[in-house]
């Protein structure tokens, strides 16, 4: 399977982090041959409360519609029931923990005279979409975008619908 890195777009992010958009397909399948979908509805249902402020209910309809919207502007067609392709996506948010220092160094000795260590929590954040060939029950292509989160209040729409966007912006190339 073919494998891409980096890309822009996904949601807030530390300064110092980037996002990664990655997707892959099965090198066999020509995605084009494919003209209808359907979103998984049980994608729609939150199974956990860990993490409300990213994976809710809202947010997932706001990426259920985004994805629709992209598919159907790449000519699918969504067909509930009897589609091609079946789509499923997920929320993932780890909390992580890095390290950084700064120091100081003595001019005259050219040693570090201040080094102070903090330690930064910050969660980061997943969002994969797969999509799966019915008739052969095999997933033909995947993507994800992962990125650091900053904890506050933002335009959720924006992020996510540049975040599935840029997923999906190889999708059917």
């Known amino acids: ?25 099965d090198p066999g399948v020509d995605m084009k041959q494919y003209t209808t979908f359907e979103i998984c509805p049980d994608d729609l249902l939150v199974l956990g409360d860990e993490n409300p402020v990213y994976d809710n209910e809202s947010n997932r309809k706001l990426i259920a519609d985004r994805i629709r919207q992209e598919l159907m502007a790449k000519g699918m067609k969504e067909q509930n029931g009897s589609s091609e392709l079946f789509v499923n996506f997920d929320i993932q948010v780890t909390d992580k923990v890095q390290w950084t220092s700064s120091c100081t160094p003595n001019e005259e000795n050219r040693y570090w005279e201040q080094c102070e260590i903090k330690e930064m929590n910050f969660e980061e954040g997943t969002l994969s979409i797969r999509f799966t060939d019915l008739a052969k029950n095999q997933v033909v292509w995947q993507g994800s975008a992962s990125a650091a989160m900053v904890k506050r209040k933002v335009a959720v729409e924006k992020i996510i619908d540049e975040a599935v966007g840029e997923i999906l912006r190889h999708f059917r190339e």
């Not at 073919?2 to 990664?20: I, Q, T, W």
């Open 1 to 25: 399977m073919k494998k891409f890195g980096s890309l822009l777009g996904l949601m807030l992010f530390l300064a110092a982090c980037s996002p990664e958009i990655t997707y892959e397909s």
